[in-house]
């Protein structure tokens, strides 16, 4: 199996795939896949496995749980990426290594051995980071410089990512990083996270995972920021110190840095990824005609825009399909020609969750397009009806609902569609600007006016 065949079985072990999709997640020509899918299924029918099939020009594969552990585990299933990453990872976390001992390990040939770690010397000796040969023992770090201390870093967190999701529960990392407990540091940073006030997201927690590899091996990062007053989070200080009193000092020190850092909507990415995410963020709402965004939402916007970054310089497949509607295929167009014309690549996945945060980000911008919206009712009786009256004003205060029987519609249709800024009804009007409502539902109806507003700023936008 080679790596872009195991790559692809990564892909389709997550969802359904279409070859452009494929195509663009392993980096390779669309003519390319069926070729590897031949291929893949050979492997599967070796193994008894059901094969890849194609329906409605999606590629799709049903395995077992059980099944997907047994493909995963077997040795030789690994892409010459998570080699490198092994390699360099272990390297720098036990300061030595002994080529003769890996190449065993990863049953290769001397000449590949050699051909790896050389693009590991190549990283080393770019960083100024140091290393001497020891005959017949192996080859030792000397000196890690805070540049490859980085990349030892965006490494880890790859690999924190990728956990929950390879199925290989004995992979090569796994075991380099096997004397820390690391089931029970997560159950600790999820209640300091809950604590906080902080979302205990994959990849916040893959990031704090690494601060404690980092804390034991190379020292963590001085993350406090000299703007900030951390002396106004003094209960957090202590919630930490107690709830994590099994971990050193250093450690919860960066872990109460960072947690307030978030809070505080600071960023945690390295600088050539912000820079680069905040100069997508500024063509979006130029594009978007928005000049002043909830930082709320600005901050939602700029985090996965450089996790998204993040994934695709570091070639993360942490993908899923999502299905997409008319609105999401001109938004995405627009984000494709921003990327286009900023030489920025993002893999599809990421590109289609950034649309669904613009259509939120476009929906609460413009609130205030929806103020009166008449509910018509026809076949169902819903003038008494106080539990949807007391939703919708519970969910959407700023708009006022109306409801009226659709006759009266009928006979002063000029009028209403004058007062009102949407008009629903259970009952369809081929001639009127009247949209169809499948049921009395505040969660339906609300998702209608938000529909709407979606379309009317596209509309204004051109899309």
Not at 15 to 31: C, I, P, R, T, W
Not at 242 to 270: H, P
Not at 332 to 360: A, C, M, R, T, W
Not at 366 to 376: E, P, Q, S
């Amino acid at each position: 199996m080679n790596s872009t065949n195991v790559n692809i079985l990564k892909l389709l072990s997550q969802g359904d795939f279409s070859s452009d999709s494929l195509a663009l997640y392993v980096n390779v020509e669309k003519n390319s896949i069926q070729k590897n899918i031949i291929q893949i299924n050979e492997f599967l029918k070796d193994n008894s496995f059901n094969t890849i099939q194609v329906e409605k020009g999606k590629f799709s594969l049903n395995l077992t749980r059980e099944q997907w552990e047994n493909i995963f585990s077997q040795k030789d299933f690994i892409t010459s990426n998570e080699i490198s990453d092994y390699l360099f990872i272990k390297f720098i976390h036990n300061r030595f290594i002994n080529l003769e001992v890996e190449k065993e390990i990863l049953n290769l040939s001397r000449s590949s051995i050699v051909r790896y770690f050389k693009e590991i010397k190549i990283i080393l000796d770019n960083t100024d980071t140091t290393y001497t040969y020891q005959s017949g023992k192996g080859i030792r770090v000397t000196f890690i410089s805070d540049e490859c201390k980085y990349i030892f870093c965006k490494k880890l967190i790859k690999f924190f990512i990728n956990g929950d999701f390879t199925l290989k529960k004995d992979s090569l990392l796994t075991v380099v990083l096997a004397e820390y407990d690391f089931m029970k540091l997560f159950e600790k940073l999820y209640l300091v996270l809950k604590k906080g006030g902080v979302s205990s997201t994959n990849f916040i927690i893959s990031f704090l995972s690494t601060l404690f590899v980092l804390n034991k091996t190379l020292g963590g990062f001085d993350l406090k920021v000299s703007t900030l007053n951390y002396n106004d989070y003094n209960d957090l200080r202590s919630f930490i110190s107690k709830t994590m009193n099994d971990y050193d000092e250093d450690y919860q020190n960066q872990i109460f840095t960072f947690v307030v850092n978030i809070k505080n909507n600071l960023s945690f990415f390295e600088k050539n990824i912000g820079n680069k995410g905040n100069l997508l963020v500024s063509k979006i709402k130029k594009r978007l005609n928005i000049t002043n965004l909830n930082s709320n939402l600005e901050t939602i916007l700029l985090r996965k825009i450089c996790i998204s970054f993040f994934k695709y310089e570091n070639q993360i497949l942490k993908v899923k399909n999502i299905p997409i509607g008319k609105s999401d295929e001109k938004l995405l167009s627009l984000l494709d020609n921003i990327l286009k014309e900023l030489d920025f690549k993002l893999f599809f996945h990421d590109k289609i969750s950034i649309v669904s945060i613009l259509k939120k980000i476009m929906i609460e911008h413009n609130k205030d397009m929806v103020k009166d919206v008449l509910l018509l009712f026809n076949e169902v009786t819903i003038s008494d009806d106080y539990y949807l009256k007391n939703n919708l004003k519970v969910k959407a205060p700023d708009i006022n609902f109306h409801i009226e029987p659709g006759f009266l519609y009928k006979l002063n249709t000029t009028i209403y569609n004058r007062k009102y800024n949407l008009i629903l009804s259970d009952e369809s009007y081929i001639y009127q600007n009247v949209k169809l409502l499948n049921s009395y539902n505040y969660l339906n109806i609300l998702n209608l006016v938000d529909n709407h507003i979606l379309e009317e700023v596209l509309k204004s936008l051109n899309l």
